[in-house]
């Protein structure tokens, strides 16, 4: 069972920046999708960012351009992978969860389902 840990979370002031990352326990398999999602009290989940094993990219609408997604893999055994918040806004406040698939073909669900694996989360807290 691949665990998924989260950090970096915390408080910022508004039009600050954070770096969250997720890192994957190690697995013979190969992680091929990672994403961040996040969720606000009385909100629904919504996805942040996605990569693919390719690289390719997809980004909610609202963080389109402020948000950076990235990731490393170590050896194809540890799995890393980051989240860039720049810009922040109050709106952004949220707990970020990292989500990992073993299956490419799962990362652009338009449902959003598919993943193998949740972190536990991580806060963020935006100050106006």
């Known amino acids: 069972q691949v665990q998924l840990v989260e950090s970096g979370g915390g408080l910022v002031q508004a039009g600050g920046s954070l770096r969250l990352t997720c890192t994957a326990s190690?697995?013979?398999?190969?992680?091929?999708?990672m994403a961040w999602y996040r969720q606000a009290p009385g909100k629904q989940r919504e996805l942040v960012a996605a990569m693919n094993s390719g690289g390719t990219t997809k980004y909610g609408d609202s963080v389109q351009g402020r948000f950076t997604i990235s990731r490393i893999n170590a050896k194809n055994v540890v799995y890393t992978v980051y989240l860039q918040m720049n810009v922040l806004k109050p709106e952004d406040a949220a707990v970020y969860y990292c989500?990992?698939?073993?299956?490419?073909?799962?990362?652009?669900?338009?449902?959003?389902?598919?993943?193998?694996?949740w972190g536990k989360g991580t806060l963020v807290t935006v100050s106006t």
């Open positions: 989500a990992a698939t073993h299956s490419d073909s799962d990362v652009f669900r338009a449902d959003g389902y598919g993943w193998d694996y």
């Open positions: 190690e697995t013979i398999i190969p992680i091929n999708g």
